[in-house]
């Protein structure tokens, strides 16, 4: 498989408390869908946007109204190239939800991450990036953010963000971003 090109999340794997408010933050995500829908549970949607990630200007660009994002990001090696593949397939006026786990700052976050990196429900998940910073630095615009915490014992599940995400029209060109450090 292509080093830039993520693999589907099983959800399976999570733990169960993880799990289940995943998929209830999910239903709300799908409640509030409308127009076109590309949805990254969906394994199609994985060869769409490795599609947009390598083509400035594919096919599909600006097609989806909706698109959502429930844990499939930290598949992904290439986080920026992944945000701005998404900035490319998402609508002038479409909403990008996202609920993606994130790791704590700093070095008690990098510590956390290359020793949690080992767990069985954490191995081949990325959590050790900041989804927001990169959803920006894309020129994308977080319009509403949560962060919370899921109360479970693998510790590198515990912390999440929920966010719409939406371009600013006429002031955006995904991809054309610097890369975060």
Do not use: K
């Not at 509030?32 to 400035?56: E, H, I, K, N, T």
């Not at 020129?139 to 014992?153: K, M, N, Q, Y």
């Amino acid at each position: 498989m292509d080093t830039l090109v993520g693999r589907r999340v099983a959800q399976g794997d999570l733990p169960a408390v993880v799990r289940r408010e995943v998929q209830r933050r999910r239903r709300a995500l799908v409640e509030r869908s409308r127009g076109r829908v590309l949805d990254l549970d969906d394994p199609a949607a994985v060869a769409l946007l490795a599609a947009a990630m390598s083509d400035p200007d594919p096919e599909t660009g600006g097609a989806y109204d909706t698109i959502l994002d429930t844990g499939q990001l930290m598949a992904w090696p290439d986080l920026h190239a992944v945000v701005a593949g998404l900035g490319r397939l998402l609508a002038d006026d479409g909403d990008l939800f996202v609920l993606e786990a994130v790791n704590r700052p700093g070095v008690v976050g990098l510590v956390a991450s290359s020793v949690g990196s080992h767990l069985p429900q954490t191995r081949g998940r990325h959590l050790s990036r900041d989804v927001v910073a990169t959803l920006r630095s894309v020129g994308l615009c977080v319009a509403d953010l949560e962060r919370f915490t899921i109360p479970t014992s693998v510790w590198p599940l515990r912390r999440w963000v929920q966010a719409r995400v939406v371009r600013i029209r006429g002031q955006v060109d995904p991809g054309l971003g610097p890369e975060p450090r």
